[in-house]
């Protein structure tokens, strides 16, 4: 009896290993293909591996890096390109779209609707 209960977990072990394997494999692809989404960026963005932690945006655009957000990457996605900082934070969480530095004065938050809005000069 004991012998058939030592065969059985070993059976047991043997396809729990597999399809940790199989699952395995099947990750490892997704991951390293990520780059397929770099034909995805919006306008003023391009395709980053290893962006940083710390994106500049209009509301952190003077302050300098700290040396953590520098060296740290964060997952690959979508950064804006160069003299292009996010907007800040939007209503869905994220940091808005990518504007020109020189343009961040132009937009402010508004408090009521909980989005970026862009002031109106004429």
């Known amino acids: 009896m004991l012998r058939f209960d ?3 977990l070993l059976f047991v072990a043997i396809i729990y290993i597999q399809q940790i394997e199989s699952y395995t494999v099947l ?5 390293k293909n990520s780059f397929r989404f770099q034909d995805r960026c919006p306008r003023h963005e ?5 962006p ?6 209009c509301l952190n655009r003077h302050i300098p ?3 953590f957000c520098v060296r740290m990457c964060d997952h690959p996605h979508c950064v804006c390109d160069r003299h292009y ?5 939007d209503a869905n969480g994220g940091l808005g779209p990518c504007v020109l530095r020189s343009n961040c004065h132009r ?7 909980f989005k970026w809005l862009e002031r109106q000069y004429d």
Do not use: M
């Open 46 to 50: 391009h395709w980053s591996q290893c």
């Open 85 to 89: 900082v996010r907007v800040g934070y």
């Open 107 to 113: 937009y402010i938050r508004c408090r009521w609707e």
């Open 65 to 67: 890096e700290a040396g």
């Open 6 to 8: 030592l065969i059985l």
């Open 27 to 31: 990750e490892k692809p997704h991951c």
């Open 52 to 57: 940083t932690k710390c994106p500049k945006t």
